[in-house]
Nanobody, 126 residues
């Protein structure tokens, strides 16, 4: 079955950077929009960023705009989330999600993707 695996989370001080990676098996990323979402303790899961299959359409949540960058390397079947100027409020479990192919980057901001990774913890200390 399809598997999405996130990596790169960890503990970082405020102002620091992390790069998350998401790789897929049994799913061709190049056919799908891919998104990053996060869920902080006691809060609902929220959209962070999405990138279309070809990489031309990208959307960010207002809270991360200018600090986070989503990118993809379809040859490696991997999507990245570069997170700079991290803040304590960025602390959350970050999830990678993808599919179905019909789900656009714009729509994925509000419609749940089909496949999800297990999540990676990002903790930002003040």
């Amino acid at each position: 079955q399809v598997q999405l695996v996130e990596s790169g989370g960890g503990l970082v001080q405020a102002g620091g950077s992390l790069r998350l990676s998401c790789s897929a098996s049994r799913l061709t990323f190049s056919d799908n929009t891919v998104g990053w979402f996060r869920q902080a303790p006691g809060k609902e899961r929220e959209f962070v960023a999405t990138i279309s299959s070809g990489g031309s359409n990208i959307y960010y949540a207002d809270s991360v705009k200018g600090r986070f960058t989503i990118s993809r390397d379809n040859a490696k079947n991997t999507v990245y989330l570069q997170m700079n100027s991290l803040k304590p409020e960025d602390t959350a479990v970050y999830y990678c999600a993808a599919g179905p192919p019909s789900l656009t980057a714009q729509a994925m901001r509000v419609m749940p993707p089909r496949y999800w990774g297990q999540g990676t913890q990002v903790t930002v200390s003040s």
